[in-house]
């Protein structure tokens, strides 16, 4: 049975001269494949070789560019991406809320040696054109344990953005954003879902949860106004997220669910960012 | 309007050598009160002195008392506590998922200095007796940010149970207990919500949560096995979770849901647990 989770023995940070040695500590046991996982159980390790167009990597927060066919003498991306095999284990992963494993690659593009840096979780998977502009699966990751990486400096690999990494938010800053804007917007909308019209109530009061529609942070960057948030229940939520369905201009519902958007007058959505999340919806279903 | 969150130029650990300088700070405002906050807004802040019978501290994990009527000689509850003022915001401030700051008293009972320690959030709340025989809220509130807290060696509240500080679970730990024992429930319900029949489909494959229904944790201490679990949409999970709805020994659903637990033969529900979860739930609903 695959595992999923810390390696008893490997603390993270530890290094390792070579894929074959890293296949054998049991964090990564393909010595190839960058992504170790089934279609079935989901993804339990990832290698982040630095050497790929399309990653982007900031530490504690990376955009992993999936599994694509690359030709191997120019190293490029010579076909579309499939929602198969390491792509699928990886989205199987987002599903169930599985950790994974990441090991970086450290050095140059011929020579590696390779770090592991303990669990992230994915939190969000799209599908865009790569910089070869073939189809590629896209997943940013953030890291769940309170391990820090602990890196000589100059040895983290350089972020393949030009924008400051620091500027990655914390969980905690997340959270508290959160509560400003999105408050206002539930509300509005009593905690009604916009979508289905469920009020979930509980002793103490009314539940329901805020959506953003072009997601925030990297490389979505959404804005976090009331113009880009939905008031959902967390069903809903979860299907708005993982590309279930999406909303038309006019507001009516495709994909999983039927009818259309309620909306109040003190708070309308933007259609731009309808537009994003749809787009995202259809690359994502196609 | 009621600050959430981080105080800009307060650090965790900052400590104070009143609770008049506590509330000058803004990480406290009421110079009496231990829970400020509204029924409205939620809590923003609590001092958990130490002096309290029915609180238990494990630094990063807090089970707090709430607020009851105390008699002002003997320093006893004598009074069944209400869902109303500081515990009626803790619970806003659950449903709402907002941070509270948490400040700790330290030194003896009649002499406090106080520290402030950082975010956390409401992870659950129940109603209990206390050790006084009154009926008391208490509040699981768990460590958010990312900054220890710096205690000299000795100075931290002892915790007033007997186990061992160290068994308390990190967020990672719990992550991935998660995926073992609970993937196993998803599958055997094939992601069909047991209370509700919902099923969350998206691309990739469907979605459920694990509900365990005697909560893992202090003090609860339910265990992570299959007949602790149940397999529910995330809707139901809130509801379950927040004391909305129980169920009885025959299947039947009480409270918010209507209709019977769906079960399976190879994944039964164990009686004792629901009995457990029942006993909150009336409580919580009193």
Chains 1, 2 share one sequence.
């Not at 959160?178 to 909308?189: F, G, R």
């Not at 329901?208 to 009331?226: F, K, M």
Request: proline share 5%; net charge negative; charged share 25%.
């Amino acid at each position: 049975m695959r595992h999923f989770g810390e390696i008893e023995s490997v603390d993270v940070g530890t290094e390792f001269a070579s894929r074959a040695e890293l296949a054998a500590s049991g964090i990564h046991r393909p010595t190839q494949a960058g992504i170790s996982g089934s279609s079935t159980e989901g993804a339990d390790s990832i290698v982040v070789s630095g050497g790929y167009e399309d990653d982007e990597d900031y530490g504690d927060y990376l955009i992993y560019g999936g599994q694509a066919g690359f030709d191997p003498n120019t190293k490029q991306q010579n076909e579309d991406a499939e929602l198969s095999r390491g792509n699928l284990a990886l989205v199987v992963s987002y599903n169930k809320g599985l950790p994974v494993r990441v090991t970086r690659g450290l050095g140059s593009t011929r020579q590696h040696t390779y770090r592991y840096d303990g669990l992230y979780l994915v939190e969000r998977w799209w599908v865009d054109r790569g910089k070869s502009g073939f189809r590629i699966y896209r997943f940013a990751l953030r890291k769940i344990d309170d391990k820090p990486i602990s890196t000589p400096a100059g040895e983290l690999p350089l972020p393949t953005s030009n924008e400051e990494p620091d500027k990655v938010e914390s969980y905690t800053t997340r959270i508290i954003r959160d509560t400003l804007v999105s408050e206002t917007v539930k509300e509005i909308h009593q905690h009604f879902c916009q979508t289905c019209s469920t009020r979930i109530e509980r002793p103490g009061g009314a539940y329901a949860q805020a959506a953003y529609i072009r997601p925030l942070g990297r490389p979505h960057n959404g804005p976090d106004t009331v113009d880009n948030i939905l008031c959902l229940c967390p069903n809903c939520h979860v299907l708005f997220d993982g590309w279930a369905f999406a909303i038309e201009d006019d507001g009516s519902l495709i994909g999983a669910l039927n009818g259309s958007l309620f909306e109040k007058k003190d708070h309308t959505v933007n259609r731009e960012y309808l537009r994003y999340h749809r787009r995202l919806y259809k690359a994502a279903n196609n």
